[in-house]
Structures are given as C-alpha cells and as structure tokens.
C-alpha cells in the first residue's frame, strides 16, 4: 500500500498528465509533425543505402525496425521510428533518434554500436550532418561537422564494429 505523500504525488501527477493531455499548441505540434518526417525520411535514406547489402541470399545485413520513446524536457513524450541493422555474426547498429530539442540543432539521432556511438544533428529540414568534438595536445576542443552522404554513413559504419 502507497504512502501518504506517494499516493498524492501519484494524484497531482495524474492531474497534470489530464490537463496536459487537453493542451495543444499549434507551433509545437507542427514542429513535432515536421521533425517525425524527417526522422521518417532519415530511415528511408539509410535503409535505401543499404538495401543492396539485403538483396543477398542470404542478405548481409538485415533491417529491423524500432519505436523509441522520446521524454523532452518540455514534457512532450511521443514515439518515433528507428532500426537496429543486423550484420553478419548477429553484430548490430542502431538508428536511435534522441530528441527534437537539442542546443544548436533541430534534432539528434544517434548511430549506436556496443563500441561507439556516432550522432546525427538535423541543421535544417532535412539536412543532417555527423557531429564530434576535436580534441588533441595543445588543441582547444571544438565542435566539427560532415554532411550525411551515403558516403560519410558507410565510413562510419565501417568505424563501429558491433
């Protein structure tokens, strides 16, 4: 049995999870909307690049889709697409979209191995670039780019082994 103060928390959470649920802001929603189509049309581009590589019989690398669930800080949780590339051995990747809110850019997915993690920032409606910091002796650390191509996304699958 909850304790007084959880079962009040659990009380002024589910009030605000009903008065939330009644507002709507217009802006929000559309950049929402706009932001889910790119992730959306980001998936469509990757599995394209690599759909000659699941045309083999047996295909090299097998795609299999996943829903993940987004928290913004804002309080906005929704569910967006990603995918887990499956390559031979069992090894795999995943396409992890992370957020829409994000300092400096309009959304951020991550490319995701037991060994690295690889993210993409969305500059504008569908333009996304790999980012990283720099770092070495006697350089100050600083914040690089490369535009998506299906070029830049095979060299950094080549980096990540599973």
């Known amino acids: 049995m909850p304790s007084q103060e959880m079962d009040q928390l659990l009380q002024a959470l ?3 999870d009903q008065t939330r649920s009644f ?5 929000t929603d559309r950049t929402l909307a706009e932001w889910r189509e790119d992730v959306h049309r ?7 690049w ?12 097998r795609w299999e889709p996943l829903n993940v669930a987004i928290a913004e800080p804002e309080g906005h949780v929704y569910e967006v ?5 499956y390559g031979p051995g069992g090894s795999f990747v995943e396409v992890v979209p992370k957020a829409r809110f994000v300092f400096n850019a309009n959304g951020r997915v991550d490319i995701v ?5 690889a993210m993409l920032a969305r500059f504008a409606p569908r ?4 980012v990283w910091t720099s770092s070495g002796e006697g350089v100050e650390q600083r914040w690089e780019s490369s535009e998506l191509t ?3 996304f095979a060299e950094v699958l080549r980096e990540m082994p599973a």
Not at 23 to 27: E, G, I
């Open 150 to 152: 299906e070029a830049t």
């Open 127 to 130: 333009k996304w670039s790999f």
């Open 50 to 61: 690599l759909q000659p590589t699941m045309n083999g019989d047996p295909p090299l690398i």
């Open 81 to 85: 697409p990603g995918a887990r590339i």
């Open 113 to 117: 191995s037991r060994r690295g993690r």
């Open 42 to 48: 980001l998936l469509d581009d990757l599995r394209s």
């Open 23 to 27: 507002v709507s802001d217009p802006d």
């Open 14 to 16: 589910q009030r605000l």
